[in-house]
């Protein structure tokens, strides 16, 4: 069965610094991978996404995210973190026809002054 | 274009009735999928309708139903509520189901 790991349930940075959230997944196939951010009582927002091709993606916000098929991850980066970046981040995946998004359990990120 | 719109936004309910959650997708989209967020379960997928046709399906029981419409608006119903189906549910939409989901503000249900 599919499944998303993200080891971190809670993280804390200080502004300025770097950043990295890890994501694991099982699947058979390549999946199709995303990244979502959700602010407190609000939905989710996409961050960036993987398909195929190239395995650094940028996306918004200034995230990047890298696809290691040989350790099954897509982790989320950023070089450096801005308050307004505190939120839960939510790895997914998918397979292709379809929008069933099987989600990982949630990274909160806390940014300090 | 306009995002995805979820009605109403908070609602508070009393074990036994029943709930029906309305979502507007983004103009043009066809594939609309709804998911249930708690605190315990984290975010779950409940089902997934394209061109007014359910094509996937999550593990909730029967309570939980949905349907879509040929203007791709979606409803989704969950009847004798139970205090565990306060969540916060999510709809997402997307062109075609084979493209990344773009998500609503959500509806936060709340059972007494």
């Known amino acids: 069965a599919q499944s998303v790991t993200q080891p971190d349930i809670h993280i804390t940075v200080s502004e300025g610094a770097s950043l990295e959230l890890r994501c694991n997944y099982s699947?058979?196939?390549?999946?199709?991978l995303f990244w979502y951010v959700q602010s407190p009582g609000q939905g989710l927002q996409l961050l960036l996404k993987?398909?195929?091709?190239?395995?650094l993606v940028q996306g918004i916000k200034g995230f990047e995210a890298e696809f290691k098929r040989s350790q099954s991850s897509f982790n989320l980066r950023k070089p450096s973190v801005h308050w307004s970046d505190a939120a839960e981040y939510f790895c997914?995946?998918?397979?292709?026809?379809?929008?069933?998004?099987?989600f990982g359990t949630g990274t909160l990120l806390a940014v300090q002054p | 274009k306009a995002g995805v719109t979820q009605t109403p936004r908070y609602l508070i309910k009393t074990r036994g009735q029943q709930v029906t959650l309305s979502c507007s997708p983004i103009?043009?989209?066809?594939?609309v999928s709804w998911y249930q967020q708690t605190p315990g379960q984290g975010l779950q997928f409940l089902f997934e309708?394209?061109?007014?046709?359910?094509?996937n399906k999550g593990n909730f029981p029967g309570r939980f139903s949905g349907r879509q419409f040929s203007n791709s608006r979606s409803e989704m119903n969950v009847s004798t509520l139970e205090l565990g189906d306060s969540a916060l549910y999510l709809c997402?939409?997307?062109?075609?189901?084979?493209?990344?989901?773009?998500f609503g503000q959500g509806t936060r249900l709340t059972v007494v």
């Open positions: 103009s043009g989209h066809r594939s």
């Open positions: 997402a939409s997307s062109p075609t189901g084979e493209t990344e989901a773009f």
């Open positions: 699947y058979g196939a390549t999946p199709y």
């Open positions: 997914a995946v998918a397979r292709g026809a379809t929008n069933k998004l099987i």
């Open positions: 309708y394209f061109s007014e046709t359910q094509r």
């Open positions: 993987y398909f195929s091709g190239d395995t």
